[in-house]
């Protein structure tokens, strides 16, 4: 079972949610980033996500596995990439444990830590036909 | 040395391809980035980003060796 | 819509979550509760919740409202009432928002507070065939 | 004046059924509480208890109401 996992098409969270399904665990915390119609004042279309696939499949696997040994949980995560929609799920993270604080610290740690650590690129297409590298504002500047 | 660049995300739209490579005498990272942040108009500094070497989180400073796969890493998104 | 409700019956987590998409949403935060084969070292075989109908439903109710106000999310959160199984899904908290923080805070908000606030009992029946109300040690002692 | 007693989980179970009726005189929940924990051992104190008073939470003092339904709760399972 892969720990993190990059895909190209739509998520099947139902079988993910039962990967980690144990008579041991009482609590379970997921979390779900989902694409959304407006980012800082402006109407956004879509979303275009692109990874560096080998250095993010090893990075979002570090993650997973720091979250799973730091507060004793299950845990797994994926990533999607490709064009998105409004509505779309763009990242699922899943986490089952003994107890809920775990399970909610873990699943909070991995959303955090991969949005912050692992090279995933997020292009936002504006309604106004405009489009955007996200937080990469000096980068553009001489695009 | 051969060194092999790939591009990911603006930095492969600003210059135009998904990879290239070049041939230097003994460089490092923050070297070749500057090179080409010249030739394609890459605006951050190197401190902005960061960087890889065959797929692993590099120091800008370590020497590259030949067949080296050098990935300039923008910002993520973070949110 | 229900904010907050009572099930006798096995809960569809998947038509939850679908009803609080938003394409304003971009995060999503969900807990649930499984039953745990084990607690406070004894090897538990099967839970049974009671609940005070009327009480709870106000209660839970007041619970998620409070945390749609607080946090600006929107939420929603089903108990399960009756014999659950090792593994059965015993509570549903669902949280959509316009960020991951306040989903969240807000799931967690409702967890705490409906296992702190709400009347609802759970009774475990251990593997060596004693049973016993649960957080009622005093209660029991007489019985 | 005639108040109902609904019982659940715990209490239920020690006073043998779901809920009974009692003829009284005024009172307030802590003194039906009193009399009824001794009527069927129930063992915490009414502080360890909260109560509702036609499915609302109460104050154990308030006064009671003829036909009121009295529900005491023990601690929920928290966890």
């Known amino acids: ?143 | 040395m051969r060194i092999e660049i790939e591009y990911f995300a603006i930095l492969r739209e600003q210059a135009g391809q998904a990879g290239e490579s070049l041939e230097l005498d003994a460089a490092t990272p923050v070297e070749v980035y500057r090179l080409l942040a010249e030739r394609h108009g890459f605006a951050p500094g190197h401190d902005r980003l960061r960087v890889a070497v065959n797929d692993a989180f590099a120091d800008w400073h370590t020497p590259l060796a030949d067949g080296d796969r050098l990935v300039f890493i923008p910002p993520v998104a973070g949110g």
Chains 1, 3 share one sequence.
């Open chain 1, 1 to 143: 079972m892969k720990r993190f996992a990059l895909a190209d098409r739509p998520v099947d969270t139902r079988a993910l949610r039962e990967s980690l399904a144990d008579p041991g665990c009482g609590g379970y915390a997921a979390f779900e980033g989902w694409v959304r119609d407006h980012n800082e004042g402006r109407r956004v279309r879509r979303l275009e996500y692109e990874a560096y696939p080998d250095l993010a499949l090893a990075e979002g696997t570090r993650v997973v596995a720091e979250a799973m040994e730091r507060f004793s949980v299950n845990a797994r995560c994926v990533h999607r990439t490709g064009d998105l929609a409004v509505g779309d799920l763009a990242v699922w993270v899943g986490v089952s444990g003994a107890h809920r604080d775990e399970a909610f610290q873990a699943c909070r740690y991995i959303i955090d830590e991969i949005k912050r650590r692992v090279p995933i690129w997020k292009k936002e297409h504006y309604t106004d036909g405009t489009a955007e590298w996200v937080n990469c504002v000096a980068c553009a500047a001489h695009s």
